[in-house]
């Protein structure tokens, strides 16, 4: 440890005790993670590490695919796993004040203890923090219907590179007093202030819910299909979730963990879900327009839920990504394409990958929007090249105009793949906020843009 | 005209020619207005602004009721009226490409025409221009359902004040590539750059309208019925507005404009609708939750509209906020409180009023998103005094700890008011990116924040 490291560390340890610290070597993450209990202490952490040019990492729930946790140099780690208070729920407003790290799952239950609804969903729920989930923008299986975390957070409080403490929490739906610093935080990985409280906007609980896995015979239907239920269930639906056969088929492999509720062997399966307020009315009207779909060509064929369990049965055939990594190495990526041109992304997706010998090509996403995540990798760890992977993967993305993260962030992993969406108009400007808010690059240096770039622009 | 103005003219004529400079005498707005036709155009402009420090406007429809587009000293007005096309309806992606100088009823046709949804609407629907709502973030009659314009701009192109032009036209829902820039020239009102061509969402056309006037005898059961009706119609309620009986009585008095749909005297009418998709079952829906509701005591009276014309006649109540004019003189304030403190807030509003015989005191609002409308004044003119109705709503507001502006923006008319509802360290922070963004205030100066502020901050 360097001279002034530890002197920095000297002066945390006072201030937040023995139980404040925590030392564990890690090879990717921070080796001494602080662990303040206020937002008063994270603010007097940021003014010691302010002046002496010490760098942190802020760490959530470190479920994160974008390495935006991982450390780059010496930075400390700053976890506020101590701070993860459920504040209030504002029954009056419908809002939930939640401390940054609380786990999403305990602020879901939270909300449902008072018939509420914190409309963000993801596979981490069990250990992502809000903190987190705010800080990445993170998207999950409700997009279509409720939107990014951005659409559902109504106040913010930051603290700032030198400790300046940005109290933004607003519970008003309209409210255009001057710019709105908080989207300026939200999704910006850390990398310009600490998120410390969050206010979120909560919708009524929904007293009803339809599932359905639906198989439809070409992409064309898939996307008239999407059209179709979103027009017929105004506003319900909350999941149009797209497997191709190789997902599907795997998953539902003989020997495997799930049994297959319908046949393998189609070209693109659609879990489809709403979720709405009069259950009888509901199941009634889901299964008439799914009929009417079926009537029309879209879907070649259909299996409905009766109950929970058949309903979880279903997402978790969607959700056990797990079980490809029995196949082999593979890079999981997150990216966008506009719909018109997602056809003819996968195509060339498939074609070049059989090309290159990637013999793992799996493809599900997020189809309303925009988001596929696809599976690429090698079945003979040998011959996998994660660099040639990602090369041709990203080649493909940037060809189709689309987006290299969809809803993970960029963090580390996608820092040097983010020209290919971005100009460098856009680029520099966002480098002008970082210089602006952290001159010193202390607030999780190198995610994102490097301290070279950032020096250069 | 100064001789440095008259240079700049003389250049600007040059690149616009005759067609592209309107001169108007005019005592709020510029005299010289400048109509570029293309973004590259606009891009030369603020090159040759920006040189020669050269101040501008952005004007759009003129409807803002925050003199943002109103001159403030020398500056040169910039209209993009004939920025005015709608690029592309695209139906693959359910999105709209349009210039920033299209007005918005025009785009709400255009998506009309492909059975799609441009869910912003607002009064001024008829002059107000896309990059003007954009610009102030605009609200309007359906924000409970589809939110505040920034929830529906998925892409911006906006040129800086050096004239670089940032083209952010993005198309897909999800997008986490790097700090999500458009979220901070949306609702800037024009003081960080020009804004000139924008991507929105489109929704499906909805295939119902369900429209109601209620009756309600006492706030508790107003904020019961926003609850109830939203809980159990599935998101599909797209308005909730109240009407208190000042604004009721008013516009629905003998020899009036409008005929009442319920007898005078209750303590708050509420307009409420939802759009759905399915014209049978939602009106039975719509009808027996409204019914449940007066069976629960939430609702005294209602009438339901049978027809096109009903809806319109109800919605031209709500609308008609020039017939107050004939009352006498008074300020029309918008403003935000949370709806647990929204009692308290218009009990001292009237109290107040009342003692500081403020006698036209009409109060009505969207209040599922925390918006309130508030017209405040003298029925005898010589008794009005303008600054005294500001600083009594206003520090109402503040010590209500609401915002002093809810969907009309700051311009001018709210500039003073900003520090109620904002911390010096949230103005600091904004006064920071206008810095970075326009060191020169050539763009919109002094609207928001004085000159002579950000020189100072």
Tied chains: 1, 2.
């Excluded at 959530?60 to 993860?84: I, V, W």
């Excluded at 250990?127 to 997009?143: E, H, K, L, W």
């Excluded at 409080?157 to 929490?169: F, I, K, N, Y």
Aim: with cysteine; aromatic share 6%; hydrophobic share 40%.
């Amino acid at each position: 440890m360097s001279e002034s490291k530890s002197a920095v560390l000297e002066q945390l340890r006072e201030l937040l005790g023995d139980s404040g610290v925590r030392e564990t070597p890690d090879d990717f993450l921070p080796d001494i993670i602080l662990k303040p209990s206020s937002t008063e202490e994270v603010s007097e952490i940021l003014k010691i590490c302010s002046a002496a040019g010490q760098a942190i990492v802020p760490i959530g729930g470190k479920s994160g695919l974008a390495s935006g946790h991982h450390q780059t140099d010496s930075e400390l780690g700053l976890s506020l796993e101590r701070m993860n208070a459920i504040e209030e729920i504002d029954t009056a407003n419908r809002t939930m004040t939640v401390q940054a790290g609380c786990i999403l799952q305990l602020a879901h239950e939270a909300a449902e203890e008072h018939d509420l609804l914190l409309p963000l969903d993801l596979g981490a729920r069990g250990s992502a923090t809000v903190g987190g989930n705010v800080a990445t923008n993170a998207g999950g299986n409700m997009v279509i219907r409720y939107g990014m975390v951005r659409d559902m957070v109504l106040g913010l409080e930051v603290v700032l590179a030198d400790g300046t403490v940005v109290s933004s929490m607003n519970k008003m739906l309209k409210n255009n007093t001057g710019y709105d610093l908080k989207q300026w935080f939200i999704g910006a990985e850390g990398t310009l202030g600490i998120i410390t409280r969050v206010v979120f906007r909560l919708r009524p609980q929904p007293r009803s819910q339809n599932t359905a896995l639906l198989a439809v015979d070409d992409f064309a239907s898939v996307r008239r299909l999407l059209h179709w239920l979103d027009g017929h269930t105004a506003g319900t639906l909350s999941a149009f979730e797209v497997m191709w056969p190789e997902f599907y088929d795997h998953i539902t492999r003989e020997g495997g963990n799930h049994t297959p509720p319908l046949p393998r062997g189609s070209a693109h399966y659609v879990l489809v879900e709403t979720l709405g307020s009069n259950p009888a009315a509901d199941a009634d009207s889901f299964e008439n327009v799914l009929a009417e779909a079926m009537e029309q060509g879209m879907v070649s064929d259909a299996v409905l839920t009766r109950s929970q369990s058949e309903r979880n049965a279903l997402w978790e055939i969607r959700d056990d990504v797990l079980d490809f990594f029995v196949l082999g190495p593979f890079i999981p990526f997150d990216i966008s394409v506009t719909v018109d041109r997602m056809e003819g992304f996968i195509g060339d997706i498939r074609r070049g990958a059989e090309a290159a010998n990637f013999d793992i090509c799996v493809i599900f996403g997020h189809l309303g929007d925009c988001n596929l995540h696809v599976l690429l990798g090698n079945r003979d760890a040998a011959s996998f090249d994660p660099e040639a992977v990602e090369a041709f993967l990203y080649d493909t993305v940037e060809r189709y105009q689309g987006s290299v993260s969809a809803e993970h962030g960029v963090g580390l992993a996608k820092r040097a793949q983010l020209p290919r969406s971005r100009s460098p108009e856009e680029l520099r400007l966002m480098m002008g906020l970082k210089k602006m808010l952290d001159p010193d690059n202390i607030l999780n240096p190198n995610k994102i843009f490097t301290v070279d770039q950032i020096a250069a622009s």
